[in-house]
């Protein structure tokens, strides 16, 4: 009878050991709060921002300025306010990093040039990214940019850019933006699914796809065939044919466009 109490007792205790356990290990799930989000795949989303600055002191957006952030294909681009801005996209679970980020020159009224600098500047040190409820945060070194998501208005239409005209700014690969040349810009018109204009020295035109996702697809194009007196010129327009012809996206803001090519931009003011 001994023995038996004895068991008896040692398998109360080990009930007791268990469910002790079981509770421990139940609390410290509830404790931890699963970031699902945070690891999400920014591809094809659109933001605008909303704050930015040191964890504790960000400060908002100036009034009637709007910053946007795209992510399309491994490439971001967007609008600074006064410019816009392009860069190559490496992610890795919740880490983020921007390669060089290149943007076209006008120069902004003050404070919203700052803004501009300082957004810019924020952008070449982002680290990390969380995304939830609606809302992208990045970090950088030395405090947080905080984001919402774009309105529909801000997504791409390809209705928007039929009947538009544009003058080249400046072109290049994304960490060798070169202005235009002085007089010489080329043009770029978009009419009944065609682009046309003046590449410099000749004309030229071809068909162009335009998808509600903010892809372009430019066809073979034909132009004409003088030869520029300006050797720079002509080179010029070399460049600017062969990459039109690469075009795989765009980004629509305001009186600024940008095309995206695999490994460049091309970016355009609206021509007045």
Known sequence: MKLQSIWVKMIV??????????????????NVEPDVESSASLNGTSWVLQEFGPDGSRTPVLPDTTVTLL??????????????????????GSELSFGPIGSTRMACPEPIMQQENDFLAAMASVNHYVVAEGQLTLTYDGGLLIFATAPAEAVPDSSSLEGTNWNLVSLGVAESVTAVLPDSAPTLNFAEGQVSGNASCNSYSGEVTLGEDGTMTVGMLASTLMACADEAMMQQEADFMAALAQVTSYTLSGSQLTLQTPDGVLNFEAAE
């Open 71 to 92: 992510f399309e294909d491994g490439r971001i681009s967007g609008s600074a306010n006064c410019n816009t801005f392009f860069a190559d996209v490496t992610q890795s």
């Open 13 to 30: 205790l080990s009930s007791l050991l268990l469910a002790v356990i079981g509770c421990s290990a139940a609390g410290a799930g509830d």
